[in-house]
């Protein structure tokens, strides 16, 4: 092969000429390569003494290419591009996917999920836009999304259950040692309940407390309790995880922190909303295949943890 090219420099020695020739500067060029600046200033020299020509002036404080030198950079430089060009088309890069979800959706479930995605989908790389807008798939260039309510979510979209929601009540096992259970006292006082946007507590309390000492009524209930309000779950969840009151929140949510004893659940009572955990996206894909396989590795997580 190096008769078939004839007779060129080391590759090391052109590196290095190609990196001093955009610096002027063979300090700056060594710490790009990771090499000293002696073993740059040393290629160099051998590059020169083997074209037989200077490729630089050395001035006192800095470098400038002889005319020669700028010729054989502008050509070493296309040559580089054209190897880094031609190594990127037999390795390409893995088809990037954006999925679209809630922000507790991404900080409860999915994200303590993704080693397992990563390990069997070498190949995609996913971009998580957790956001409580609705994402628009053309103007936002979303792929998959993961929507919180009821179908429909508009036409020319596939719409499949991921689960349907299930919330319980949960507090921090310090907490209830402190305050007291609600089960046992009868009444929330001295508790602070944490309402997310949804702010179920009011048919939660129906179901779970109905035969409380004071009158049976939820506003009753919720009366002698304080309340703290957040726009997320995730971070009600995470108040109760530090023991600042009693969190609603949905049974695969708060799974991690109740089988690690940070929190504990009240009341064997659940909620069922009626609204669920959609997974939507385009009836027509532009990568239809690594949309499904997705779409598949969602709904396997999700029939793990039912």
Do not use: C
Not at 109 to 134: E, G, K, N, S, Y
Not at 179 to 185: D, F, L, R, S
Not at 249 to 270: Q, S
Not at 271 to 279: D, K, P, V
């Amino acid at each position: 092969m190096t008769e078939a090219f004839g007779r060129l420099p080391s590759l090391n020695a052109l590196r290095a000429f190609e990196a001093a020739s955009r610096h002027l500067n063979f300090r700056v060029a060594a710490e790009e390569l990771g090499v000293t600046q002696g073993a740059v200033a040393q290629q160099i020299r051998g590059l020169e003494a083997e074209l037989g020509m200077k490729l630089f002036e050395r001035h006192p404080r800095t470098l400038s290419l002889t005319e020669n030198g700028r010729r054989y950079a502008g050509s070493v430089r296309r040559a580089f591009e054209l190897l880094t060009e031609a190594t990127q088309a037999l390795r390409p890069e893995p088809l990037r996917l954006t999925i679209s979800v809630t922000p507790t959706f991404a900080a409860k479930w999915l994200i303590p999920r993704l080693p397992a995605f990563l390990a069997t989908h070498p190949d995609i790389d996913l971009r998580i836009l957790a956001t409580d807008r609705l994402s628009h798939f053309q103007a936002d260039a979303v792929d998959l999304a993961v929507r919180y309510g009821r179908p429909p979510f508009g036409g020319g979209l596939s719409t499949e259950l991921l689960f349907d929601e299930v919330q319980v009540a949960v507090a921090s096992p310090q907490l209830i040692a402190a305050t007291g259970h609600p089960a046992a006292t009868g009444t929330l006082r001295g508790h602070a309940l944490l309402h997310d946007a949804h702010n179920a507590w009011p048919q939660f309390l129906e179901r779970a407390m109905p035969h409380a000492s004071l009158p049976s009524t939820a506003q009753a209930l919720l009366s002698t309790a304080k309340n703290i309000r957040f726009n997320q779950t995730a971070l009600a969840i995470d108040a109760a995880v530090a023991g600042q009151g009693l969190a609603l929140a949905h049974t695969d949510f708060i799974a991690p922190d109740v089988a690690a004893g940070r929190l504990v659940r009240l009341f064997d009572t659940e909620l069922r909303t009626g609204a669920g955990f959609y997974i939507v996206s385009p009836r027509r894909q532009r990568h239809a295949g690594q949309v499904g396989n997705v779409r598949d590795w969602l709904l396997q997580q999700a029939r793990m943890t039912s």
